[in-house]
């Protein structure tokens, strides 16, 4: 087994059948859906396509461990459950991953509005800070080396794994896209939450992300 891609997922029936229908089904390629606090069909939908782990509680740094330590991939890819991969992203990854271990993709919107491909276009620009885009991936030993994700944050998780990872090699961003939903930005305005992001990576606050669904 090559590559482990790591599905976190609370309450995502609209979105997550459309993610796992965009992974190649090869037999080097393992899926994970960890479905914690899910109260919808979301397990039911995941099961016809991925192994499934439950998860009582919603935490989204605790599903992505759970999924990567009942891995069997060398390369971890850890998936958004409505981010959808393209036709080269795992082999972008992997040749990524000669020269780095942990890195992101850049990304694309899944709307045609020409607003949406500005935002995203703009966000392809600060991922070096380093930002993630709905996407990370790793080597499995570096995530053995840094424990995986802080448990204790409810928030920039991504990042403080990322931060962690670099002390072990280079961050990369793959040559290849992956396809960002919109419902955040359809769903509060596309000003006032790329607003709050960019305040949120200067000076970050305790305040919570609300779920979109």
Same mark, same amino acid.
């Given at each position: 087994?090559?590559? /482990? +891609?790591? $599905?976190p997922a609370y309450?995502?029936e609209?979105?997550?059948?459309n #993610? @796992?229908k965009?992974?190649?089904?090869?037999?080097n390629i393992?899926?994970?859906t960890?479905?914690?606090g899910c109260?919808?069909?979301?397990?039911?939908?995941?099961?016809?396509?991925?192994e499934?782990?439950l998860?009582?509680?919603?935490?989204?740094s605790?599903?992505?461990?759970?999924?990567?330590?009942?891995?069997k991939g /060398? +390369?971890i $890819?850890f998936?958004?459950?409505d981010?959808?991969?393209?036709?080269n #992203? @795992?082999k972008?990854i992997?040749?990524?991953?000669?020269?780095?271990?942990?890195?992101?993709?850049?990304?694309?919107?899944d709307?045609?509005?020409l607003k949406?491909?500005i935002?995203?276009?703009?966000?392809?620009l600060?991922?070096?800070l380093?930002?993630t885009?709905?996407?990370?991936y790793?080597?499995k030993?570096?995530f053995?080396k840094t424990?995986?994700f802080?448990e204790?944050?409810?928030?920039?998780?991504d990042?403080?794994f990322v931060?962690?990872?670099?002390h072990?090699g280079?961050?990369s961003?793959a040559?290849?896209?992956i396809?960002?939903?919109m419902?955040?930005f359809?769903?509060r305005?596309?000003?006032?939450?790329?607003?709050f992001w960019?305040k949120?990576t200067?000076?970050?606050?305790k305040?919570?992300?609300?779920?979109?669904?």
């Amino acid at each position: 087994m090559k590559f /482990s +891609i790591i $599905i976190p997922a609370y309450n995502e029936e609209k979105y997550i059948e459309n #993610t @796992l229908k965009s992974i190649p089904k090869r037999d080097n390629i393992e899926i994970i859906t960890v479905c914690n606090g899910c109260t919808d069909n979301t397990e039911k939908i995941a099961s016809k396509y991925s192994e499934i782990i439950l998860q009582k509680e919603k935490q989204v740094s605790k599903a992505r461990n759970i999924g990567a330590i009942s891995s069997k991939g /060398s +390369i971890i $890819i850890f998936l958004d459950a409505d981010t959808l991969l393209t036709q080269n #992203t @795992l082999k972008e990854i992997e040749l990524s991953l000669k020269n780095s271990v942990i890195g992101t993709c850049k990304v694309k919107p899944d709307s045609q509005k020409l607003k949406y491909k500005i935002a995203m276009s703009f966000k392809n620009l600060l991922l070096w800070l380093p930002w993630t885009s709905g996407i990370i991936y790793c080597t499995k030993d570096v995530f053995k080396k840094t424990n995986g994700f802080n448990e204790n944050l409810t928030k920039k998780e991504d990042k403080d794994f990322v931060r962690r990872a670099k002390h072990y090699g280079k961050f990369s961003i793959a040559n290849t896209y992956i396809i960002n939903s919109m419902r955040r930005f359809e769903s509060r305005g596309i000003f006032k939450t790329a607003f709050f992001w960019i305040k949120e990576t200067i000076k970050p606050t305790k305040k919570e992300y609300d779920s979109v669904r």
